[in-house]
């Protein structure tokens, strides 16, 4: 990290795209059901990221998580994103 | 044998990406592994029109290379599935099936927990069109789409495969199917 660039935090969320099988959401709502904890019609289980930028502004940092969300975080075939800023 | 960290390949006829668990299957199976520097190597490779085969988590990290379509996750069942396995020959004109007959069945192991796999409808089309499905199981294990074990490369020079070909070459083992493909690749050379 260089004098002129500040640090910048997001949330990344990745979950299965439509019409992708999510076998571990499956058991998650089984249990649901099995233990009378609510009515839940569907559960889909995904991840959350945290990352910290260090960029010279947003724009930049916003370009690069964007990237690292395109090109590692997520698989296009099976998988979609969105990220957000946050302060803490 | 050549170690991730390196940036070219030598002369080499043949490219195998063994299974093995790269990276602990952490982010998705195959991910990390991909971006790893040999990897660009190995997609400048395929792009002069070298031949590579991808057993297992080598298959799932030519994927996550997009140097084949589709995406491995978890088996239906969430488990790990390990046992022989009957697979139809659904292409021979392969250069790693071309000893088998066209639909022959044959017994090869598998060994994962990632194994199902996928793709959209309008891409399934293509890959059929393609002639791009391989192999295929009988008693689809993982809930793979159009019960693919294997899928090749538009140019047919690389081919991926989740059973493992390298433990059915002696009887004692249970079956030589693995042997035999092998071979195609000796007598295609």
Redesign the interface.
């Given at each position: 990290m260089t004098l002129n660039e500040k640090v910048f935090k997001f949330k990344v969320e990745v979950i299965l795209?439509k019409?992708?099988?999510d076998?571990?959401g499956e058991?998650i709502k089984q249990s649901i059901n099995i233990n009378n904890l609510g009515n839940i019609l569907d559960v889909k289980q995904g991840k959350l990221f945290e990352l910290t930028a260090s960029s010279k502004n947003r724009e930049q940092a916003i370009k690069e998580v964007e990237r690292i969300c395109a090109d590692?975080?997520t698989?296009s075939?099976?998988e979609e994103f969105k990220y957000y800023e946050v302060s803490e | 044998m050549i170690w991730h960290k390196e940036t070219t390949l030598p002369k080499v006829d043949l490219v195998v990406l063994p299974g093995g668990f790269s990276y602990g299957d952490y982010?998705?199976c195959g991910?990390i592994a991909a971006?790893s520097p040999i990897m660009k190597a190995v997609k400048s490779f395929y792009e002069i029109g070298g031949f590579i085969i991808g057993i297992c988590n080598g298959f799932q990290i030519l994927?996550?290379t997009k140097i084949l379509?589709?995406?491995l996750?978890?088996?239906?069942?969430?488990k790990f599935i390990c046992k022989d396995q009957d697979l139809i020959v659904a292409n021979n004109k392969t250069f790693f099936t071309s000893n088998f007959e066209h639909n022959r069945t044959i017994s090869i192991p598998i060994a994962h927990h990632d194994g199902?796999y996928?793709?959209?409808g309008p891409?399934i089309e293509e890959l059929e069109q393609n002639e791009g499905i391989v192999l295929k199981y009988r008693d689809n294990p993982n809930?793979s789409i159009k019960d693919i074990a294997g899928v090749c490369s538009k140019n047919k020079r690389v081919i991926g495969m989740m059973p493992h070909p390298e433990r059915a070459i002696d009887k004692k083992l249970g079956s030589v199917s693995g042997l035999s493909m092998f071979e195609s690749v000796i007598s295609n050379f």
């Open positions: 795209k019409g992708v099988l076998p571990q058991a590692l975080l698989n075939v099976i | 982010l998705r991910a971006k994927t996550e379509p589709g995406a996750i978890p088996n239906t069942n969430q199902q996928f793709l959209n891409q809930g």
